[in-house]
């Protein structure tokens, strides 16, 4: 069965704090993904990866950056976390783009609570 | 990058059809139209795509206009289970052979007893 698996369901951390949140896919997927979904506003890119090493801006890169030193891992930072940053983060893989089918498969996601 | 436009809420009454639409009127002739749906408190599930036909599976048709400015997802006999969020996206180009998957608001099915 695919997974995609993200370290913590919940988290709260202070304001000012560096965050890590994790996400490990199991899949050899070369596409990993890091999502936020706020009321209202749907799920916006953050960042993504298609290699080691390798990332891309989203649409809503500030305040965020990305480490991906292991294909089957990526990993979202929060430099010094505010609290206009508490919400829902969602992971995802998929394959690369060559492929017609690119299917996400998506972790449960990180509700993140900046205090 | 392609945009997509979807109603905000749709509701279906139990066994009946679920017709949901999507306009995508800026979509280019190499771009997918991918369909996810979103139960509460779980991630974004893969329903279905397609490029320029009609497509199915065992979940769902997706519909998609000769012109490719718009679609539509049929859930042809829905049932509660499939009360969620649908989204309709376009899967652009991110640059070489990669793309991303860019999410709208989506549409909050609501499926009656």
């Known amino acids: 069965d695919v997974k995609v698996t993200q370290s913590s369901r919940y988290l709260v951390k202070r304001t000012g704090e560096k965050v890590f949140l994790e996400c490990v896919q199991d899949?050899?997927?070369?596409?990993m993904f890091w999502y936020r979904q706020d009321p209202g506003l749907g799920l916006r890119l953050i960042y993504f990866?298609?290699?080691?090493?390798?990332?891309e801006k989203g649409d809503i890169p500030e305040g965020y950056s990305v480490s991906r030193e292991k294909k089957e891992r990526f990993s979202l930072i929060l430099e010094s976390a505010s609290t206009n940053q508490t919400s829902m983060y969602l992971c995802?893989?998929?394959?690369?783009?060559?492929?017609?089918?690119?299917?996400?498969?998506f972790g449960q996601g990180t509700r993140l609570t900046v205090v | 990058d392609a945009k997509t436009t979807q109603p905000t809420s749709m509701d279906c009454a139990e066994g009946r059809a679920a017709n949901l639409p999507c306009n995508h009127s800026?979509?280019?002739?190499?771009?997918?139209v991918y369909w996810y749906r979103q139960i509460h408190s779980q991630g974004p599930q893969y329903i279905i795509h397609?490029?320029?036909n009609n497509e199915t599976n065992e979940m769902a048709s997706l519909i998609i206009t000769e012109d490719r400015k718009s679609s539509t997802l049929i859930l042809p006999h829905a049932t509660l289970r499939d009360t969620a969020v649908y989204y309709c996206?376009?899967?652009?180009?991110?640059?070489?052979?990669?793309?991303?998957?860019?999410f709208g608001k989506g549409t909050l099915l609501t499926v009656n007893p």
């Open positions: 397609g490029l320029k």
């Open positions: 995802a893989s998929s394959l690369l783009g060559v492929q017609e089918n690119t299917e996400a498969f």
């Open positions: 899949m050899d997927h070369e596409n």
């Open positions: 800026t979509i280019s002739g190499n771009e997918y």
């Open positions: 990866s298609y290699d080691v090493k390798m990332k």
């Open positions: 996206i376009v899967r652009t180009r991110s640059g070489g052979s990669n793309y991303k998957l860019t």
